[in-house]
């Protein structure tokens, strides 16, 4: 896949206060694969999802959207461009159904804000929206559970809904924040087979920032190491397995 469709982060600086969070970092996630984002604690993964989601402004560098330029731009803006996320800690609305939390995705990816989703919706577009939500949730798995509260669901089914709200609307590129955290090994395995899933139905790119390495390992088409703040090596899953630096830096001090 080629990089100018999909993300690309471009010598990317970040620093807070006096301290530099992010050097230089270098990444593309195309789309059509899982590209994973690994680091010890600290490394600058989070600093570098919020960069390239648009919460954060670099100090220098360029977030490349499908080959344009979106640095300038928000995050809803970049979100209307394709771009969706997930975060680390979960946001799920508990006292709404699974369906409509699902629909919430639909809406953030629409032209206007939500707000104006719910006041003026048309009919037409209500129906779209909820077509949206079913096939996002008939995706990962969870159509069963969509007349279910939210508060009501376990952890796994939880992540289940945050990617099925992130695929909901019409985002081509997914940032997911260690999406399996709180998932048993059995439930990851299934999570893991689910994103396989969504990439070749959907033809998306996630880029995946993840402490599982088995799972990293496994579902990952090119992997990209950083630490305190630089790419120290990318490559396929076996040549970060072969690699002497990485183990050196992260695998070794697992
Ligand atoms: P983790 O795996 O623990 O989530 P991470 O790889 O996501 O870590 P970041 O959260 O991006 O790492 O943090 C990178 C560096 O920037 C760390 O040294 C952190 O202490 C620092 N940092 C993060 N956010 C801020 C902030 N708002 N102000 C100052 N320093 C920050």
């Known amino acids: 896949p080629s990089a100018a469709t999909g993300l690309e982060i471009r010598d990317l600086t970040i620093k807070y206060g006096g301290r530099t969070a992010l050097d230089k970092a270098v990444l593309t996630a195309p789309v059509g694969q899982i590209t994973g984002l690994i680091g010890p604690n600290g490394a600058g ?24 330029d979106v640095t300038g731009l928000g995050a809803a803006a970049r979100g209307r461009r ?19 939390n699902v629909a919430l995705g639909v809406e953030s990816g629409m032209a206007g804000s939500s707000l104006r989703g719910q006041l003026i919706a048309t009919r037409k577009e209500r129906r779209a929206t909820r077509e949206a939500a079913e096939y996002a949730m008939e995706l990962c798995g969870i159509a069963d559970l969509r007349d279910v509260n939210a508060g009501e669901l376990s952890t796994g089914q939880r992540r ?24 048993d090994p059995v439930e990851t395995e299934k999570f893991g087979e ?10 998306c790119g996630i880029l995946l920032v993840e402490h599982d390495m088995a799972l990293v390992l496994r579902i990952c088409a090119q992997i990209h190491v950083l630490d305190f703040g630089k790419m120290l090596f990318h490559g396929t899953p076996s040549e970060v397995r072969n690699s002497p630096v990485v183990q050196a830096a992260y695998l070794g001090s697992e």
């Open 45 to 68: 993964k989070t600093t570098l999802f919020n960069a390239a989601s648009g919460l954060l402004t670099p100090t220098t560098g360029q977030v490349m959207l499908h080959g344009q």
């Open 82 to 100: 394709g771009l969706g996320r997930t975060f680390q800690l979960m946001q799920l609305a508990d006292s709404l159904t699974v369906a409509q």
């Open 160 to 183: 289940l809904v945050e990617l099925a709200r992130c695929l909901s609307g019409p985002f081509d590129v997914l940032l997911l924040d260690e999406p399996s955290s709180g998932l």
């Open 194 to 203: 689910t994103l396989t899933q969504i990439v070749e139905t959907r033809g």
